[in-house]
């Protein structure tokens, strides 16, 4: 079965740090580019960082030298390292394959002291 599955999202405080996970499945992983995108409430979803399948990333202004995302592709895994985390982070986030409309179910983020 082609899916994606997020975990590891919760409620953080103010400069606290999450990693969120994303599991793969039903294609191989290591030809796709993989994303992760954000919706805060009441808002559009937008993009937050991409990896290439050989690694190379990029990344919106506005978590730059906070987040990190990565791939492990031997376990057809993708994560995101979120630091210093501030309220404007709070939203659903979700990983996404690029080429081919693939989303998983969204995982909740929720910094707020």
């Known amino acids: 079965q082609v899916q994606l599955?997020?975990?590891g999202g919760g409620l953080v405080q103010p400069g606290g740090s999450l990693?969120?996970?994303?599991?793969?499945?039903g294609f191989t992983f290591s030809n796709y580019g993989m994303r992760w995108y954000r919706q805060p409430p009441g808002k559009q979803r937008d993009l937050v960082a991409s990896i290439a399948g050989g690694g190379g990333t990029?990344?919106?202004?506005s978590v730059k030298g906070r987040f990190t995302i990565s791939r492990d592709n031997a376990k057809n895994m993708v994560y995101l390292q979120m630091n210093s985390l501030k309220p404007e982070d709070t939203a659903v986030y979700y990983c996404n394959r690029f080429l081919g409309g693939l989303?998983?179910?969204?995982?909740q983020v929720t910094v707020s002291s």
Request: hydrophobic share 30%; with cysteine.
């Open 5 to 7: 599955v997020e975990s």
């Open 58 to 61: 990029s990344y919106v202004d």
């Open 103 to 107: 989303w998983g179910q969204g995982t």
């Open 19 to 25: 990693r969120l996970s994303c599991a793969a499945s």
